[in-house]
T-cell receptor, first 115, second 111 residues
Framework: DADVTQTPRNRITKTGKRIMLECSQT?????MYWYRQDPGLGLRLIYY???????NKGEISDGYSVSRQAQAKFSLSLESAIPNQTALYFC??????????????FGEGSRLTVL | QKEVEQDPGPLSVPEGAIVSLNCTYS??????FMWYRQYSRKGPELLMY????GNKEDGRFTAQVDKSSKYISLFIRDSQPSDSATYLC???????????FGAGTRLFVKA
């Protein structure tokens, strides 16, 4: 099983709908992140959390909200989806990792299309 | 200006070629520099990292950082079709918990 699991993997929705993307991890890391990836723009940080009570905005948080339900779970919500939120979304955890460098461990991504 | 600039490519090379991937950055506080590799329909995975300036080698891969010019490079020797992926450079400052990524360069290695 993957260490960082995202659901759903693919979702098509309509403008104005509420969408929730879920992330769970088995790595035991405290720090979790939501990024979105767009062609030519790379990965941009939406929100990050250091623990259940510590939520922080990233560079592109407008239109998004998050919930850290437990150490292992971090969900991203789009309250009213719009077409320019069509993107690939990644959840990640931050750990020391084998390379001892503050490595990000990513899920496999959730592809969201807003029509 | 983005904190990390990277040409998105695509870059297409024949098998066996030496590949050079490059980024520039603007944040002088960055001390950690990373290269992540992302295969199609997968999440990125850490490939190489460097602390401050200098070179680091791992098999066919060499990561290089020049802090005086704010330049980050990744060299791939004897490139293989399995190296075909998107390569993302990234930076982070000491004690920071936000990793800033470049746009990613899509690499194709043709057999």
């Amino acid at each position: 099983d993957a260490d960082v699991t995202q659901t759903p993997r693919n979702r098509i929705t309509k403008t104005g709908k509420r969408i929730m993307l879920e992330c769970s991890q088995t790595k035991g890391h405290d720090r979790m992140y939501w990024y979105r990836q767009d062609p030519g723009l790379g990965l941009r940080l939406i929100y990050y959390s250091f623990d259940v009570k510590d939520i922080n905005k990233g560079e592109i948080s407008d239109g998004y909200s998050v919930s850290r339900q437990a150490q292992a779970k971090f969900s991203l919500s789009l309250e009213s989806a719009i077409p320019n939120q069509t993107a690939l979304y990644f959840c990640a955890t931050l750990g020391q990792g084998a390379k001892n460098t503050g490595e990000l461990f990513f899920g496999e991504g959730s592809r969201l299309t807003v029509l | 200006q983005k904190e990390v600039e990277q040409d998105p490519g695509p870059l297409s090379v024949p098998e066996g070629a030496i590949v050079s991937l490059n980024c520039t950055y603007s944040n002088s506080a960055f001390q950690y520099f990373m290269w992540y590799r992302q295969y199609s329909r997968k999440g990125p995975e850490l490939l190489m990292y460097t602390y401050s300036s200098g070179n680091k080698e791992d098999g066919r891969f060499t990561a290089q950082v020049d802090k005086s010019s704010k330049y980050i490079s990744l060299f791939i020797r004897d490139s293989q079709p399995s190296d075909s992926a998107t390569y993302l450079c990234a930076g982070r400052h000491t004690g920071g918990f936000k990793t800033i990524f470049g746009a990613g360069t899509r690499l194709f290695v043709k057999a």
